[in-house]
């Protein structure tokens, strides 16, 4: 068993800097968009590819969770083993690196711990980075796990919702959510799902930092009163695991993301959509 673990579900800066380097840890850069690939990352980051190998390719939805399989081989790709301690973090603060946070969870890992702040944290405190082009790891011995229930499909959210013991809650944009903007991906209605409730992610945090606990966990019981059974979903199953990072720091245990999220339920389908 490794000598080193996570305090909780976030680290700070100092934390890591003061453990980079220990043999049991591994640094996995979640970054995504503009933030991903070309940036200098923190020294020993290896890659966890949400827009590429780490989503399913077969699927037509953006951001989908791969099966078990998959996943092992991608984690032992990065020279994770199974009594490893794993940091992950994002150029954008706490973005994506609460999708990668998540899917660990939901593959059985929990050695596992977000960056608070993410790169801009590491950056404001002076710390060192490296150009991304890092030498291959050794293969780990990671298997993934599956636990039921924390990636949900459409099939559950729409039984959650007329659900008086289960709160939904959406992390997209009020504007998205009200159906006010349009969605950036073509094709899509506007709206949300009927019984759903808006907890856009950004309210979680405070330049780029999460919420104290306390406040994390006012903004979640204003919304879902005593229930403590959450459903999340976003745009693309990403900014939906920032809710359920919010949630586990605030407290609540029984927790799911949708992994289609709006990619899927804003499709032109049966789902029912509303606006306002």
């Known amino acids: ?9 976030l680290v700070t800066v100092d934390w890591l800097a003061e453990r980079l380097g220990h043999p049991d840890l591994v640094v996995l850069d979640a970054s995504v968009g503009s933030h991903r ?15 590429g190998a780490m989503s399913d ?40 690196s609460a999708r990668a946070w998540w899917m660990l969870r939901a593959m059985g890992f929990d050695r596992v711990g977000v960056l608070d702040g993410g790169m801009p944290a ?10 991304s ?14 636990r039921e229930g924390l990636i949900v499909g459409s099939d ?44 856009p992610f950004g309210d979680l945090q405070v330049d780029g930092r ?13 919304l879902a009163g005593q229930r403590e059974r959450l459903v999340f979903s976003c745009g693309s199953g990403v900014t939906a695991c920032v809710l359920a990072l919010g949630a586990e720091l605030a407290g609540y245990r029984d927790l799911s993301v949708y992994d289609g999220s709006w990619s899927e ?9 509303v606006t306002g």
Request: glycine share 12%; charged share 20%.
């Open 57 to 96: 390719q077969s699927s037509p939805l953006p951001h989908t969770m791969p099966g078990a399989e998959r996943f092992t081989q991608e984690m032992r790709a990065l020279g994770v083993n199974d009594d490893s301690t794993v940091v992950v973090y994002d150029g954008a603060g706490i973005y994506s």
């Open 1 to 9: 068993m490794s000598s080193l673990s996570v305090p909780g579900p």
């Open 133 to 146: 082009g890092v030498e291959e790891p050794s293969p780990g011995d990671f298997t993934a796990r599956p």
């Open 156 to 199: 559950v959210v729409t039984a959650a919702l007329p659900d008086a013991a289960v709160a939904v809650l959406d992390a997209r944009t009020r504007e998205r959510f009200t159906g006010r903007a349009e969605e950036p991906r073509p094709g899509l209605r506007g709206g949300h799902m009927p019984g759903a409730m808006n907890l």
């Open 265 to 273: 339920w804003g499709l032109p389908s049966d789902l029912p959509v």
């Open 122 to 131: 590491w950056v404001a405190a002076g710390l060192p980075r490296q150009p």
């Open 210 to 222: 999460m919420r104290p606990t306390g406040e994390l966990r006012a903004l979640f019981s204003d």
């Open 37 to 51: 690939g070309e940036e200098p990352r923190i020294p020993g980051a290896r890659l966890f590819d949400i827009d």
